[in-house]
């Protein structure tokens, strides 16, 4: 077995702080008792939050800082201005080895502009991205990148689809993910020059590469779970992204009205009512919590802001695998056994 | 009133041909009564289908064809080999002003394509685009572009917007359509030039414009029905288009699942028959059949190929009151008005 992980939390991030941060871990902890953490954040709070988690105390340093990172600062002010502040600290704990992954529910711009000077890219990669979990019929999925960057050229595309092949082994336990590259259609002749220059690429030079490239998907295909990762320039991810959590709060909303418009609707709904509640939690995004930035020297996972200590709990459960599995080594290896190749992929090699 | 309009229908276009067009015309007309209708195919097919409608008989004409565009045949195949097609054939009645607007539930890029050569980009427009009806738990919203081209710069943006504006206002009968941008965060400084400028340029134009700017929106905002119209560029349109069916066909899928579950839920659910009802209404592409090509000298409307002759219905309603309401008129008169201005949109005037 593995050496014990220790966790780096932000525990000022998002809308909650400590008071879900540290429930969270005591959470994670009960499904992975080897972890360990280390907490920055208002000290008295933390201590608080503690005080109700006892079997937490010994596993947990805190580390009281009284800077945070405001939920609207820009990137830029967090990096001129962050510096010994909560998040800025958890980074900086895996960049010095203390701990190898960092959590954090703050804002996401900051925690990606923090994360990128702290812990810096992975030699041969040209852009980090930002990789979502996505609830599929199936298992879920991967789709990246979701918002890091507007726009990818041929060359990032097949970065992307190397970093998320390397999170779905370490995290769905399989040797050779499927990829497919989401685009306006299946047709060969669709999309733009950079996607099918990756496409291209992908089919050309993927057999040795530890992926199965499946080709174009389009965006009705993604919760078919018919791939494990999905590739998209972050333009497009974020919007699909946002999109898919917009439809599916609408069609809730449209339930909840449908469900009470009557007498009759009602009664049946108590009746069917753990129907309503496998439904609940096959929908429930908490249990998908946990984005990390793919590229990097290290593990850095943003959790969704608003979420409970159920959500926080799995972020860390992400954390924790993906630091298990290291799936930063993977990916640099896989980066490098192709270094010369992928050169080839923004040179427009679409031969 | 207006005098009466006649539409020209491609009888062959979809999975179905005219046993779904020529019942789909006769439901319409009982919504619309003074319509008109020439439709072109093939022959024996159509008089077949009519002859269940004989209310429809004296309001339609038909024309024989045996060419018809195939489902799966490139863009480039059709403008060679579409000549005396049933599509073209639709296309050219309303070119020769036989009709005023055209109906095919036919091949995209065919459809796009034959539209372009026969009709003609209206003056001053760059780029014609598909509008999707999007529903929201409001009213139902426009979406453009969601595929007729990849990218768009800031001017073509600016062209959806009021392209989008001009439907919104013959479709709703509202005077001044609420109109966002489609972007990754809603503040200034994200989204790449091209969508920055054109936020830029719509703030500070569009004052005297029949539209009401209402600023970036993001991908969850669009079912909340917040704009009348989401402008967007093509490929993250068409994903965003194809994300969302895509999340309401997999919420559908697990809410069978969960009301199969068991013997209670199962009587729940019939208990709450009505419920499941509302919703499926409320969900039912058909309602919102029907994505016109807005640019264009004459109206061509896109229906989706797999429907029936309640969703076909929706597509001709569409084509009524777009060609009722002159919406051509309306987007050459708004793009006229503003052509000596719009040119700063494209020279990166965000001042």
């Known amino acids: 077995m593995a050496e014990p992980k220790t966790l780096a939390l932000d525990a000022m991030g998002g809308d909650h702080g400590p008071e879900v941060v540290i429930p969270g871990a005591a959470l994670s902890l009960t499904r992975n008792p080897s972890l360990r953490f280390v907490a920055f954040g208002d000290e008295s709070r933390m201590r608080a939050a503690l005080a109700e988690h006892p079997r937490l105390a010994d596993r947990i340093r805190l580390v009281g800082t009284t800077l945070a990172i405001g939920m609207h600062d820009k990137p830029s002010q967090a990096l001129r201005r962050g510096k010994g502040s909560s998040m800025w600290l958890a980074l900086e704990a895996v960049k010095s080895g203390e701990a190898q992954a960092a959590i954090s529910a703050g804002n996401t711009g900051a925690l990606m502009a923090i994360s990128r000077l702290i812990l810096r890219q992975i030699p041969g990669i040209e852009r980090p991205a930002i990789a979502a979990q996505w609830p599929t019929v199936r298992r879920a999925c991967i789709v990246l990148d979701v918002g890091s960057n ?38 060969e002749i669709k999309g733009n020059e950079d996607v099918k220059e990756a496409n291209a690429w992908l089919k050309r030079e993927s057999a040795d590469l530890p992926l199965t490239y499946s080709g174009f998907i389009e965006g009705d295909q993604i919760g078919q779970g018919i791939v494990d990762v999905v590739v998209v320039e972050g333009f497009a991810g974020n919007i699909a992204l946002k999109t898919a959590e917009g439809t599916a709060r609408q069609i809730s909303t449209y339930l909840k009205g449908a469900m009470t418009q009557s007498l009759l609707t009602k009664a049946g709904a108590l009746i069917a009512k753990s129907g309503f509640k496998t439904l ?40 924790y695998e993906l630091a298990e599995k290291r799936v930063i080594d993977r990916i640099a290896g896989d980066i490098a056994s192709i270094a010369g190749r992928l050169d080839t992929a923004a040179a427009g090699g679409s031969g």
Chains 1, 2 share one sequence.
């Open 150 to 187: 507007i726009g990818a050229n041929a060359r990032q595309l097949v970065e992307y689809a190397l970093m998320g092949a390397a999170m779905a082994r370490a995290q769905f336990g399989i040797d050779r993910p499927t990829v497919g590259l989401l685009n306006v259609g299946v047709e």
């Open 280 to 319: 609940k939690s096959l929908t429930d995004p908490r249990n998908l919590n946990g984005a990390p930035f793919l590229g990097l020297n290290g593990i850095a996972i943003k959790s969704h802001g608003g979420t409970d200590a159920v959500g926080f709990a799995r972020a860390i459960d992400l954390g």
